[in-house]
């Protein structure tokens, strides 16, 4: 995809409809390396309502007036967060359609899901996982009965039950204490 007109309101698109929250910033000058193959959009505008790029106006597939050097990118932001305001502790929440909700961890891996958080969170490591309800603010779940390796590079990798909503009880409401 070309950058013309490319800007950070056709960038949170891209990254609203992969399911991050939206974007950190735009580039128009193939940021991490050029495509190849077939150009297929170009001049690629968005009022920032789509909930899919090719909802936005654009020139037609495959016509465009650019190279690869032109490339759109795009850099997310993050689809996981620490609840509270904390910096480095608190209930772990993830954002899947357009809200913000907790996630709900299998009891045996606690730690290495709270190593993937805060290793995503850009922290060198966890020092805790707790499933302690004192980080419980009457959050509903949205990612349920989640299992982590420690490998993952994201929460949203690691195996779970599904994107829904569901009750899950105090103990298992994923909180993290991040090396700092």
Same mark, same amino acid.
């Given at each position: 995809m070309c950058a013309t007109s490319w800007d950070i309101v056709e960038a949170n698109v891209v990254c609203r409809e992969l399911g991050f929250p939206g974007a950190s910033s735009a580039s128009g000058s193939s940021l991490y390396g050029g495509g190849k193959g077939q150009i297929w959009l170009d001049n690629v505008d968005c009022s920032g309502?789509?909930?899919?790029?090719?909802?936005?106006?654009?020139n037609g597939w495959g016509s465009h007036?650019? +190279?690869?050097? +032109?490339? =759109?990118?795009?850099?997310?932001?993050? =689809? !996981?967060?620490?609840? =509270?305001?904390?910096?480095?502790?608190?209930? !772990?929440?993830?954002?899947h359609s357009g809200s913000w909700r907790a996630a709900c961890v299998n009891h045996l891996h606690i730690f290495s899901a709270a190593n993937v958080v805060c290793k995503e969170l850009g922290f060198p490591s966890a020092v805790n996982g707790t499933g302690l309800p004192q980080y419980q603010q009457d959050a509903?779940? !949205?990612?349920?009965? !989640?299992?982590?390796?420690? +490998?993952?590079m994201s929460i949203i990798n690691c195996i779970h039950q599904g994107w829904k909503l569901h009750d899950c009880n105090e103990n298992r409401h994923l909180g993290v204490i991040c090396q700092t």
């Open positions: 309502i789509e909930s899919r790029l090719i909802l936005c106006s654009h007036s650019c +190279n690869h050097d +032109n490339d =759109a990118s795009v850099e997310c932001l993050p =689809a !996981v967060r620490l609840g =509270a305001g904390e910096s480095s502790f608190s209930r !772990v929440e993830v954002h509903s779940v !949205v990612l349920h009965n !989640v299992t982590c390796s420690g +490998n993952e």
